[in-house]
Protein backbone atom coordinates (compact mmCIF):
# COMPACT_ATOMS: atom_id res chain seq x y z
CA UNK A 1 0.00 0.00 0.00
CA UNK A 2 1.12 2.89 -1.20
CA UNK A 3 -0.26 6.91 -0.28
CA UNK A 4 -0.80 9.69 -2.98
CA UNK A 5 2.02 11.10 -4.13
CA UNK A 6 3.87 8.80 -1.71
CA UNK A 7 3.91 11.80 1.35
CA UNK A 8 1.93 10.12 4.86
CA UNK A 9 0.79 13.37 6.72
CA UNK A 10 2.11 13.40 9.63
CA UNK A 11 -0.84 13.06 11.54
CA UNK A 12 -2.65 9.84 12.65
CA UNK A 13 -5.54 9.08 10.26
CA UNK A 14 -9.05 7.02 11.02
CA UNK A 15 -10.81 5.72 8.20
CA UNK A 16 -13.08 8.84 8.01
CA UNK A 17 -9.66 10.35 6.97
CA UNK A 18 -8.78 8.42 3.71
CA UNK A 19 -9.81 6.97 0.24
CA UNK A 20 -9.00 4.65 -2.26
CA UNK A 21 -7.98 5.26 -5.49
CA UNK A 22 -9.00 3.66 -8.74
CA UNK A 23 -6.24 1.85 -10.38
CA UNK A 24 -6.14 -0.16 -14.31
CA UNK A 25 -7.81 -3.35 -13.88
CA UNK A 26 -8.21 -6.20 -15.44
CA UNK A 27 -10.71 -7.74 -13.08
CA UNK A 28 -13.84 -8.14 -15.05
CA UNK A 29 -15.93 -8.91 -12.42
CA UNK A 30 -16.36 -8.73 -7.98
CA UNK A 31 -16.80 -12.27 -8.26
CA UNK A 32 -13.26 -13.07 -9.80
CA UNK A 33 -12.24 -11.59 -6.36
CA UNK A 34 -10.79 -14.35 -3.78
CA UNK A 35 -11.58 -13.39 -0.04
CA UNK A 36 -9.78 -15.54 1.86
CA UNK A 37 -7.47 -15.06 4.20
CA UNK A 38 -3.55 -15.96 4.74
CA UNK A 39 -3.49 -15.69 8.30
CA UNK A 40 -4.28 -19.27 9.09
CA UNK A 41 -7.49 -19.31 10.59
CA UNK A 42 -8.98 -20.77 7.24
CA UNK A 43 -11.76 -18.15 6.69
CA UNK A 44 -12.34 -17.41 3.27
CA UNK A 45 -13.72 -13.80 3.59
CA UNK A 46 -11.88 -10.94 5.89
CA UNK A 47 -14.77 -10.88 9.06
CA UNK A 48 -14.19 -12.09 12.31
CA UNK A 49 -17.43 -11.54 14.71
CA UNK A 50 -15.71 -9.72 17.79
CA UNK A 51 -15.89 -11.48 21.62
CA UNK A 52 -18.69 -9.59 22.52
CA UNK A 53 -21.55 -11.50 25.01
CA UNK A 54 -24.61 -9.14 23.13
CA UNK A 55 -23.18 -10.29 20.08
CA UNK A 56 -21.08 -13.92 19.90
CA UNK A 57 -23.17 -16.67 20.40
CA UNK A 58 -24.19 -20.57 18.97
CA UNK A 59 -26.40 -18.77 16.61
CA UNK A 60 -23.72 -16.47 15.06
CA UNK A 61 -20.88 -18.42 15.15
CA UNK A 62 -23.07 -21.04 13.09
CA UNK A 63 -24.76 -18.32 10.37
CA UNK A 64 -21.27 -16.76 9.88
CA UNK A 65 -18.83 -19.63 9.55
CA UNK A 66 -21.25 -20.93 7.10
CA UNK A 67 -20.53 -17.84 4.92
CA UNK A 68 -16.70 -18.37 5.61
CA UNK A 69 -16.20 -15.58 8.33
CA UNK A 70 -15.29 -16.81 11.88
CA UNK A 71 -17.22 -15.96 15.50
CA UNK A 72 -14.70 -15.56 18.52
CA UNK A 73 -16.56 -16.60 21.80
CA UNK A 74 -16.43 -13.66 24.56
CA UNK A 75 -13.77 -14.88 27.48
CA UNK A 76 -16.64 -15.00 30.08
CA UNK A 77 -18.27 -18.14 28.78
CA UNK A 78 -17.63 -20.86 31.16
CA UNK A 79 -15.22 -23.72 29.75
CA UNK A 80 -18.01 -25.80 29.84
CA UNK A 81 -20.36 -23.92 27.78
CA UNK A 82 -17.32 -23.54 25.22
CA UNK A 83 -17.42 -26.90 24.72
CA UNK A 84 -21.09 -27.21 24.45
CA UNK A 85 -21.10 -24.21 22.03
CA UNK A 86 -18.27 -25.46 19.73
CA UNK A 87 -19.58 -29.36 19.55
CA UNK A 88 -23.15 -27.80 18.77
CA UNK A 89 -21.54 -25.32 15.76
CA UNK A 90 -19.33 -28.14 14.25
CA UNK A 91 -22.12 -30.65 14.13
CA UNK A 92 -24.57 -27.98 11.85
CA UNK A 93 -25.09 -29.00 8.32
CA UNK A 94 -22.25 -26.26 6.36
CA UNK A 95 -25.25 -25.08 3.85
CA UNK A 96 -28.44 -25.50 5.33
CA UNK A 97 -29.52 -23.68 7.78
CA UNK A 98 -30.56 -25.39 11.45
CA UNK A 99 -34.12 -24.85 11.93
CA UNK A 100 -36.53 -24.07 14.62
CA UNK A 101 -38.81 -26.85 15.64
CA UNK A 102 -42.15 -27.12 17.47
CA UNK A 103 -45.11 -29.38 17.40
CA UNK A 104 -48.67 -29.36 16.17
CA UNK A 105 -49.48 -29.13 19.42
CA UNK A 106 -47.46 -26.41 20.75
CA UNK A 107 -49.19 -23.37 20.83
CA UNK A 108 -49.05 -19.41 18.64
CA UNK A 109 -47.93 -17.98 21.60
CA UNK A 110 -44.62 -20.36 21.40
CA UNK A 111 -44.13 -19.61 17.74
CA UNK A 112 -43.83 -16.04 18.39
CA UNK A 113 -41.34 -16.21 21.02
CA UNK A 114 -39.61 -18.10 18.39
CA UNK A 115 -39.87 -16.50 15.05
CA UNK A 116 -38.11 -13.34 15.85
CA UNK A 117 -34.43 -15.35 16.49
CA UNK A 118 -34.55 -16.33 12.42
CA UNK A 119 -34.23 -13.60 9.73
CA UNK A 120 -36.52 -15.97 7.44
CA UNK A 121 -39.08 -15.74 10.84
CA UNK A 122 -40.41 -19.30 10.41
CA UNK A 123 -40.77 -22.02 12.49
CA UNK A 124 -40.98 -25.67 11.15
CA UNK A 125 -44.32 -27.69 12.68
CA UNK A 126 -42.74 -31.19 12.70
CA UNK A 127 -44.85 -34.70 14.24
CA UNK A 128 -43.69 -37.19 16.19
CA UNK A 129 -41.20 -38.56 14.54
CA UNK A 130 -39.96 -34.93 13.33
CA UNK A 131 -40.89 -35.83 9.99
CA UNK A 132 -42.44 -32.16 8.32
CA UNK A 133 -46.09 -31.07 8.95
CA UNK A 134 -44.87 -27.69 7.44
CA UNK A 135 -44.20 -24.16 8.70
CA UNK A 136 -46.04 -21.33 10.71
CA UNK A 137 -44.70 -17.73 10.34
CA UNK A 138 -45.52 -14.23 12.17
CA UNK A 139 -48.31 -13.81 9.31
CA UNK A 140 -49.85 -17.09 9.75
CA UNK A 141 -49.92 -16.17 13.76
CA UNK A 142 -51.76 -12.21 13.47
CA UNK A 143 -55.24 -11.84 14.73
CA UNK A 144 -55.18 -16.10 15.74
CA UNK A 145 -55.56 -16.66 19.70
CA UNK A 146 -52.22 -16.72 21.49
CA UNK A 147 -53.12 -20.00 22.69
CA UNK A 148 -54.57 -21.45 19.69
CA UNK A 149 -52.43 -24.62 18.22
CA UNK A 150 -50.06 -24.46 15.65
CA UNK A 151 -51.81 -27.33 13.98
CA UNK A 152 -54.60 -25.36 12.98
CA UNK A 153 -52.79 -22.54 11.60
CA UNK A 154 -49.82 -24.39 10.02
CA UNK A 155 -49.02 -24.35 6.30
CA UNK A 156 -48.87 -27.47 5.07
CA UNK A 157 -47.87 -26.51 1.27
CA UNK A 158 -43.74 -25.64 2.12
CA UNK A 159 -41.57 -27.30 -0.09
CA UNK A 160 -39.86 -30.52 0.93
CA UNK A 161 -36.49 -31.53 -0.75
CA UNK A 162 -33.60 -34.21 -0.13
CA UNK A 163 -31.22 -32.97 1.75
CA UNK A 164 -28.78 -33.89 -0.38
CA UNK A 165 -30.32 -31.63 -3.24
CA UNK A 166 -27.77 -28.97 -4.74
CA UNK A 167 -28.17 -25.23 -3.50
CA UNK A 168 -28.63 -24.34 -7.34
CA UNK A 169 -31.34 -26.91 -7.79
CA UNK A 170 -33.43 -25.79 -4.23
CA UNK A 171 -33.33 -22.53 -5.46
CA UNK A 172 -35.04 -22.89 -8.79
CA UNK A 173 -37.31 -25.54 -7.23
CA UNK A 174 -38.52 -22.49 -4.92
CA UNK A 175 -38.52 -19.82 -7.38
CA UNK A 176 -40.94 -22.61 -9.73
CA UNK A 177 -42.89 -23.57 -6.18
CA UNK A 178 -43.52 -19.55 -5.35
CA UNK A 179 -42.28 -20.53 -1.56
CA UNK A 180 -39.59 -18.85 0.53
CA UNK A 181 -38.10 -21.78 2.25
CA UNK A 182 -37.30 -25.58 1.56
CA UNK A 183 -37.40 -27.92 4.30
CA UNK A 184 -34.81 -30.85 3.90
CA UNK A 185 -35.21 -34.19 4.99
CA UNK A 186 -33.35 -36.89 5.38
CA UNK A 187 -33.76 -40.57 3.85
CA UNK A 188 -36.15 -41.54 6.62
CA UNK A 189 -38.05 -38.17 5.32
CA UNK A 190 -36.72 -36.26 9.07
CA UNK A 191 -36.19 -32.98 8.90
CA UNK A 192 -32.78 -32.23 8.78
CA UNK A 193 -32.53 -28.51 7.65
CA UNK A 194 -34.07 -25.29 6.11
CA UNK A 195 -33.13 -23.35 3.13
CA UNK A 196 -34.61 -20.12 1.39
CA UNK A 197 -34.35 -18.82 -2.26
CA UNK A 198 -31.94 -16.29 -0.93
CA UNK A 199 -29.80 -19.04 0.94
CA UNK A 200 -29.68 -21.21 -1.85
CA UNK A 201 -27.77 -18.29 -3.69
CA UNK A 202 -24.97 -17.52 -1.23
CA UNK A 203 -24.19 -21.16 -0.97
CA UNK A 204 -23.10 -20.55 -4.25
CA UNK A 205 -21.35 -17.34 -3.94
CA UNK A 206 -19.73 -18.35 -0.01
CA UNK A 207 -17.59 -20.99 0.90
CA UNK A 208 -17.85 -21.99 4.20
CA UNK A 209 -14.90 -21.20 6.96
CA UNK A 210 -14.58 -25.47 7.88
CA UNK A 211 -11.96 -27.69 8.92
CA UNK A 212 -10.09 -30.51 8.33
CA UNK A 213 -12.93 -32.72 8.84
CA UNK A 214 -15.46 -30.02 6.63
CA UNK A 215 -17.17 -28.92 10.29
CA UNK A 216 -17.85 -25.24 10.42
CA UNK A 217 -14.84 -22.88 12.12
CA UNK A 218 -15.36 -21.78 15.34
CA UNK A 219 -12.83 -19.28 17.86
CA UNK A 220 -13.17 -18.61 21.79
CA UNK A 221 -10.98 -16.00 23.94
CA UNK A 222 -9.61 -16.39 27.05
CA UNK A 223 -8.46 -13.23 29.70
CA UNK A 224 -5.04 -13.03 30.67
CA UNK A 225 -6.21 -13.52 34.77
CA UNK A 226 -5.78 -16.51 36.96
CA UNK A 227 -4.42 -20.02 35.59
CA UNK A 228 -3.93 -18.92 32.11
CA UNK A 229 -2.31 -22.58 30.90
CA UNK A 230 -5.45 -24.39 32.40
CA UNK A 231 -7.76 -22.27 30.56
CA UNK A 232 -6.42 -22.76 27.65
CA UNK A 233 -5.98 -26.36 28.21
CA UNK A 234 -9.55 -25.98 28.26
CA UNK A 235 -10.51 -24.13 25.62
CA UNK A 236 -8.49 -25.88 23.29
CA UNK A 237 -9.97 -29.44 24.54
CA UNK A 238 -13.68 -28.02 23.51
CA UNK A 239 -12.27 -28.33 20.05
CA UNK A 240 -11.78 -24.43 19.25
CA UNK A 241 -10.73 -23.54 15.71
CA UNK A 242 -8.94 -20.36 16.96
CA UNK A 243 -7.78 -19.16 20.63
CA UNK A 244 -7.63 -15.44 21.34
CA UNK A 245 -5.63 -14.00 24.25
CA UNK A 246 -7.44 -11.19 24.99
CA UNK A 247 -7.52 -7.73 27.02
CA UNK A 248 -8.12 -4.10 26.45
CA UNK A 249 -4.30 -2.94 27.29
CA UNK A 250 -2.67 -5.75 25.30
CA UNK A 251 0.99 -4.75 25.64
CA UNK A 252 1.78 -5.42 29.42
CA UNK A 253 3.81 -7.95 31.03
CA UNK A 254 0.39 -9.92 31.93
CA UNK A 255 -0.28 -10.36 28.43
CA UNK A 256 3.39 -11.45 27.55
CA UNK A 257 3.30 -14.01 30.24
CA UNK A 258 -0.54 -15.25 29.36
CA UNK A 259 0.97 -15.97 26.17
CA UNK A 260 3.92 -17.64 26.91
CA UNK A 261 1.60 -19.92 29.21
CA UNK A 262 -0.46 -20.42 26.01
CA UNK A 263 2.62 -21.73 24.36
CA UNK A 264 2.85 -23.81 26.91
CA UNK A 265 0.43 -26.16 26.25
CA UNK A 266 1.62 -26.26 23.00
CA UNK A 267 -1.76 -25.16 20.72
CA UNK A 268 -1.69 -26.37 17.12
CA UNK A 269 -4.42 -23.98 16.10
CA UNK A 270 -3.37 -20.24 15.61
CA UNK A 271 -3.40 -17.81 18.77
CA UNK A 272 -4.12 -14.16 18.51
CA UNK A 273 -3.59 -11.73 20.98
CA UNK A 274 -4.52 -8.16 22.11
CA UNK A 275 -5.23 -5.10 21.74
CA UNK A 276 -2.14 -3.08 20.88
CA UNK A 277 -1.85 -0.03 18.50
CA UNK A 278 1.69 0.08 18.11
CA UNK A 279 4.44 -1.42 15.96
CA UNK A 280 6.59 -2.13 19.25
CA UNK A 281 3.61 -4.04 21.28
CA UNK A 282 3.19 -5.77 18.11
CA UNK A 283 6.61 -7.11 17.90
CA UNK A 284 6.41 -8.31 21.11
CA UNK A 285 3.25 -9.93 21.33
CA UNK A 286 4.52 -11.69 18.36
CA UNK A 287 7.67 -12.42 20.06
CA UNK A 288 5.75 -13.95 23.36
CA UNK A 289 4.00 -16.79 20.66
CA UNK A 290 1.26 -14.82 19.01
CA UNK A 291 0.05 -15.59 15.26
CA UNK A 292 -2.22 -13.01 15.17
CA UNK A 293 -2.36 -9.22 16.42
CA UNK A 294 -5.55 -7.96 17.45
CA UNK A 295 -5.22 -3.68 17.03
CA UNK A 296 -7.40 -1.38 17.91
CA UNK A 297 -7.78 0.98 21.43
CA UNK A 298 -10.99 3.20 21.41
CA UNK A 299 -12.01 2.86 18.32
CA UNK A 300 -15.79 0.46 18.68
CA UNK A 301 -19.00 1.80 19.23
CA UNK A 302 -19.36 0.29 22.97
CA UNK A 303 -16.45 1.70 24.43
CA UNK A 304 -15.01 4.80 26.00
CA UNK A 305 -11.52 4.31 26.76
CA UNK A 306 -11.02 7.87 24.85
CA UNK A 307 -13.84 9.66 26.71
CA UNK A 308 -12.08 8.38 30.02
CA UNK A 309 -8.89 8.24 29.70
CA UNK A 310 -7.04 9.97 26.71
CA UNK A 311 -5.24 6.61 25.48
CA UNK A 312 -6.18 5.08 22.14
CA UNK A 313 -4.96 5.79 18.88
CA UNK A 314 -7.05 6.56 14.80
CA UNK A 315 -7.65 3.41 13.68
CA UNK A 316 -6.20 3.26 10.27
CA UNK A 317 -2.72 4.39 11.65
CA UNK A 318 -2.48 1.86 14.14
CA UNK A 319 -3.46 -1.11 11.62
CA UNK A 320 -0.83 0.52 9.09
CA UNK A 321 2.08 0.57 11.45
CA UNK A 322 1.14 -2.86 13.17
CA UNK A 323 0.52 -4.34 10.32
CA UNK A 324 3.54 -3.43 8.81
CA UNK A 325 5.56 -4.98 12.07
CA UNK A 326 3.57 -8.43 11.99
CA UNK A 327 4.59 -8.72 8.19
CA UNK A 328 8.32 -8.44 8.90
CA UNK A 329 7.80 -11.20 10.88
CA UNK A 330 5.65 -12.86 9.00
CA UNK A 331 2.77 -12.83 10.99
CA UNK A 332 -0.34 -10.88 10.60
CA UNK A 333 -3.05 -8.26 12.54
CA UNK A 334 -6.64 -8.24 12.47
CA UNK A 335 -8.28 -4.92 12.85
CA UNK A 336 -10.44 -4.40 15.39
CA UNK A 337 -13.05 -1.99 15.99
CA UNK A 338 -13.98 1.26 14.21
CA UNK A 339 -15.73 -0.48 11.07
CA UNK A 340 -18.97 1.27 10.65
CA UNK A 341 -19.91 0.87 6.36
CA UNK A 342 -18.05 -1.52 4.07
CA UNK A 343 -15.65 0.76 3.16
CA UNK A 344 -13.88 0.88 6.45
CA UNK A 345 -13.40 -3.04 6.06
CA UNK A 346 -12.12 -2.21 2.94
CA UNK A 347 -9.53 0.23 3.91
CA UNK A 348 -8.87 -1.93 6.92
CA UNK A 349 -7.28 -4.84 4.44
CA UNK A 350 -5.57 -2.11 2.03
CA UNK A 351 -3.82 -1.27 5.39
CA UNK A 352 -2.12 -4.81 5.74
CA UNK A 353 -4.66 -6.12 7.97
CA UNK A 354 -5.99 -10.08 6.94
CA UNK A 355 -9.22 -9.29 8.13
CA UNK A 356 -11.47 -6.96 10.04
CA UNK A 357 -13.38 -7.39 13.64
CA UNK A 358 -16.99 -6.17 13.73
CA UNK A 359 -18.92 -5.99 16.75
CA UNK A 360 -21.63 -3.39 17.68
CA UNK A 361 -22.58 -3.30 14.12
CA UNK A 362 -23.93 -7.06 13.86
CA UNK A 363 -25.83 -7.16 17.37
CA UNK A 364 -28.58 -5.49 15.16
CA UNK A 365 -29.54 -8.61 13.64
CA UNK A 366 -31.22 -11.57 14.21
CA UNK A 367 -28.69 -13.74 15.00
CA UNK A 368 -27.23 -11.88 17.78
CA UNK A 369 -27.86 -13.72 21.47
CA UNK A 370 -30.47 -11.17 23.00
CA UNK A 371 -33.95 -11.00 22.65
CA UNK A 372 -35.83 -8.81 20.09
CA UNK A 373 -37.10 -6.03 21.34
CA UNK A 374 -39.35 -3.39 19.71
CA UNK A 375 -39.50 0.52 21.12
CA UNK A 376 -42.10 2.77 21.38
CA UNK A 377 -43.05 3.23 18.10
CA UNK A 378 -42.63 -0.53 17.07
CA UNK A 379 -39.04 -0.53 15.98
CA UNK A 380 -36.90 -3.88 16.26
CA UNK A 381 -33.94 -3.62 18.28
CA UNK A 382 -31.27 -5.84 20.23
CA UNK A 383 -29.32 -4.07 23.42
CA UNK A 384 -25.79 -4.20 23.21
CA UNK A 385 -23.09 -3.53 25.93
CA UNK A 386 -18.99 -3.29 25.93
CA UNK A 387 -17.17 -5.64 27.37
CA UNK A 388 -15.28 -3.01 29.97
CA UNK A 389 -18.77 -1.90 30.49
CA UNK A 390 -19.72 -1.81 34.75
CA UNK A 391 -22.49 -4.79 32.64
CA UNK A 392 -19.80 -6.75 31.64
CA UNK A 393 -17.57 -6.69 34.74
CA UNK A 394 -20.68 -7.59 36.98
CA UNK A 395 -20.75 -10.59 34.85
CA UNK A 396 -17.42 -11.45 34.31
CA UNK A 397 -16.72 -10.76 38.30
CA UNK A 398 -20.03 -13.29 39.82
CA UNK A 399 -17.49 -15.61 41.71
CA UNK A 400 -15.43 -12.54 43.59
CA UNK A 401 -16.92 -11.79 47.22
CA UNK A 402 -19.33 -8.73 47.33
CA UNK A 403 -16.58 -6.45 48.21
CA UNK A 404 -14.35 -7.40 45.13
CA UNK A 405 -17.58 -7.09 43.35
CA UNK A 406 -18.54 -3.64 44.21
CA UNK A 407 -14.78 -1.76 44.05
CA UNK A 408 -14.53 -3.47 40.45
CA UNK A 409 -17.88 -1.97 39.57
CA UNK A 410 -16.92 1.71 40.30
CA UNK A 411 -14.34 1.54 37.55
CA UNK A 412 -16.07 1.12 33.77
CA UNK A 413 -14.49 2.15 30.04
CA UNK A 414 -17.82 0.84 28.49
CA UNK A 415 -21.55 1.46 27.67
CA UNK A 416 -23.63 -0.96 29.55
CA UNK A 417 -26.94 -0.82 27.30
CA UNK A 418 -27.21 0.34 23.88
CA UNK A 419 -30.34 -0.24 21.44
CA UNK A 420 -28.88 -1.47 18.54
CA UNK A 421 -31.67 -1.37 15.38
CA UNK A 422 -32.12 -3.65 12.94
CA UNK A 423 -31.62 -2.36 9.53
CA UNK A 424 -35.34 -3.03 7.88
CA UNK A 425 -33.16 -3.58 5.17
CA UNK A 426 -30.65 -5.97 6.32
CA UNK A 427 -31.95 -7.35 9.34
CA UNK A 428 -29.69 -10.87 9.42
CA UNK A 429 -25.79 -10.84 9.95
CA UNK A 430 -26.07 -12.62 6.35
CA UNK A 431 -27.45 -9.16 4.70
CA UNK A 432 -24.51 -7.23 6.29
CA UNK A 433 -22.27 -10.07 5.04
CA UNK A 434 -23.61 -9.82 1.76
CA UNK A 435 -23.39 -5.92 1.48
CA UNK A 436 -19.65 -6.01 3.26
CA UNK A 437 -17.95 -8.13 1.23
CA UNK A 438 -19.41 -7.00 -2.13
CA UNK A 439 -17.74 -3.49 -1.26
CA UNK A 440 -14.60 -5.32 -0.64
CA UNK A 441 -14.73 -7.39 -4.02
CA UNK A 442 -15.58 -3.98 -5.65
CA UNK A 443 -12.70 -2.12 -4.18
CA UNK A 444 -10.04 -5.17 -5.44
CA UNK A 445 -11.24 -4.42 -8.71
CA UNK A 446 -11.45 -0.81 -8.35
CA UNK A 447 -7.43 -1.76 -7.54
CA UNK A 448 -7.08 -4.13 -9.87
CA UNK A 449 -6.69 -7.10 -7.21
CA UNK A 450 -7.68 -10.76 -7.34
CA UNK A 451 -6.52 -11.07 -4.13
CA UNK A 452 -6.32 -9.83 -0.85
CA UNK A 453 -2.95 -9.66 -0.82
CA UNK A 454 -2.68 -7.87 -3.91
CA UNK A 455 -5.42 -5.17 -2.57
CA UNK A 456 -2.84 -4.71 -0.05
CA UNK A 457 0.28 -4.55 -2.86
CA UNK A 458 -1.81 -2.39 -4.95
CA UNK A 459 -3.88 0.13 -2.81
CA UNK A 460 -3.05 3.94 -3.22
CA UNK A 461 -4.81 5.93 -0.41
CA UNK A 462 -5.34 9.72 -0.23
CA UNK A 463 -5.97 12.31 2.42
CA UNK A 464 -9.40 14.10 2.65
CA UNK A 465 -11.08 16.91 4.26
CA UNK A 466 -14.08 16.08 6.40
CA UNK A 467 -16.03 17.83 3.94
CA UNK A 468 -14.43 15.21 1.37
CA UNK A 469 -16.27 12.34 3.22
CA UNK A 470 -19.38 14.17 3.78
CA UNK A 471 -19.49 14.15 -0.37
CA UNK A 472 -18.96 10.53 -0.60
CA UNK A 473 -22.06 9.68 1.22
CA UNK A 474 -25.34 9.27 -0.85
CA UNK A 475 -28.11 11.65 0.00
CA UNK A 476 -31.37 9.08 -0.50
CA UNK A 477 -33.47 11.79 0.64
CA UNK A 478 -32.57 14.55 -1.72
CA UNK A 479 -30.38 17.87 -0.74
Same mark, same amino acid.
Given at each position: ? #? &???? #? ?7 ? +? +? ?6 ? *? ?42 ? !? =? ?12 ? +? ?49 ? /? ?60 ? #?? !?????? /? ?5 ? @???? =? ?5 ? !? ?6 ? %? ?21 ? %? ?23 ? @????? +? ?29 ? #? ?12 ? =? ?20 ? @? ?9 ? &?????? *?????? $? ?14 ? %? ?16 ? %? ?5 ? /? ?19 ? /? ?8 ? $? ?21 ? &? ?10
Amino acid at each position: M #Q &FLDG #QRPPHDLTY +D +DVFLLPNR *SAVESRFDVDLSTVDGTGTSIPIVVANMTAVAGRRMAETVARRG !G =LVVLPQDVDPVAVA +DITTWVKDRDPVWDTPLVLTPGDAVADALNLVGKRAHGAVVVVDANGKPVG /IVDEAACTGVDRFARLGEVVDTAALTVAIATPPREVFDRLHEHGGRLALGVDDEGRLAGVLT #QV !GALRAG /IYRPATD @AEGR =LRVGAAI !GVNGDVAA %KAEAVLGAGVDVLVVDTAHGHQE %KMLAALKAVRSVSPTVPVVAGNVVT @AEGTR +DLIEAGADVVKVGVGPGAMCTTRMMTGVGRP #QLSAVLDCAAAARE =LGKHVWADGGVRHPRDVALALA @AGASAAMVGSW &FAGTHE *SPGDLR $YDEHGRPYKESFGMAS %KRAVGARTRADNSYERAR %KALYEEG /ISSSRMALDPARPGVEDLLDS /ITAGVRSACT $YAGARTLEEFHERAVLGVQSAAG &FAEGRPLPAGW
